[in-house]
């Protein structure tokens, strides 16, 4: 029995938005002001669909159905608008319940974890300081990776910088393009309902546990194989 390793995750890489800060509807209502810029109204709910997605594929999505056709530079001017109005915003963003202290359970484990996030790393620095993690954090943002989700190279690179392989990995995520994403990393996806998408469009992306948010998680921790502090 002396030859057995430990079966615990070797690591939890995590999505930031509607994860483990409170910012989804934010980002919905930036995208709407932004189309509005280029006189292009569209209903938010039809915007929260492709929340979570990369913002070019948010935004050719958006436009797919109204019809409109833009260059790529027109898209990155919205793409830009999205992000400048969103930066409006970032004060009224807070953390979810428990985002802290699941973190705080996991380094205290000796977990590791990270955060991989299709944000622009200006705006994800500014959410690590609400969460209360070190500026340092090795964390991945939409800058580092050729392509966002639902495109794997985001939690892959998570899993690349705490040096574990992406099947041995936990990715918690609150939308169907995280889950999607994580299953085409070879990752085991775990999934929030904190980000407003429902039930069981998160079971059909094969979630393999769904919870209400980052307290929910914490509270049935046990059911991922993470022990606390000197549990057997």
């Not at 002396?2 to 939890?12: D, E, K, N």
């Not at 056709?69 to 930066?87: F, G, K, M, V």
């Not at 970032?90 to 974890?113: F, K, N, Q, Y």
């Not at 639902?150 to 040096?163: E, H």
Request: with cysteine; glycine share 10%; charged share 25%.
């Amino acid at each position: 029995m002396s030859g057995l390793v430990p079966t615990q995750p070797a690591a939890f890489v995590f999505d930031l938005d509607g994860t483990l800060v409170d910012s989804v509807y934010q980002h919905v209502i930036a995208w709407q002001e932004a189309l509005q810029e280029i006189d292009l109204g569209l209903s938010i709910w039809r915007i929260h669909r492709r929340i979570g997605m990369s913002g070019g594929l948010l935004a050719r999505g958006l436009l797919r159905e109204t019809g409109v056709e833009l260059t790529p530079e027109q898209i990155t001017r919205l793409q830009d608008s999205h992000h400048r109005h969103y930066a409006g915003t970032r004060d009224s963003v807070r953390p979810l319940p428990g985002a802290r202290e699941l973190l705080r359970h996991l380094t205290d484990c000796g977990i590791a974890w990270t955060i991989a996030t299709s944000s622009r790393r200006a705006d994800a620095e500014i959410m690590l300081d609400k969460l209360g993690v070190p500026a340092d954090l090795q964390m991945v943002t939409r800058d580092e990776v050729a392509r966002a989700k639902p495109d794997p190279d985001l939690f892959l690179a998570g899993a690349a910088k705490l040096g574990v392989p992406s099947r041995h990995c936990v990715v918690v995520g609150d939308s169907v393009w995280d889950l999607l994403a994580a299953r085409r990393a070879e990752a085991l996806g775990v999934g929030l309902l904190s980000g407003g998408y429902g039930q069981e469009e998160l079971e059909r992306a094969h979630a393999f546990r769904l919870y209400a948010d980052p307290a929910d998680l914490l509270n049935h921790i046990d059911e991922l194989g993470i022990r606390g502090v000197g549990v057997a």
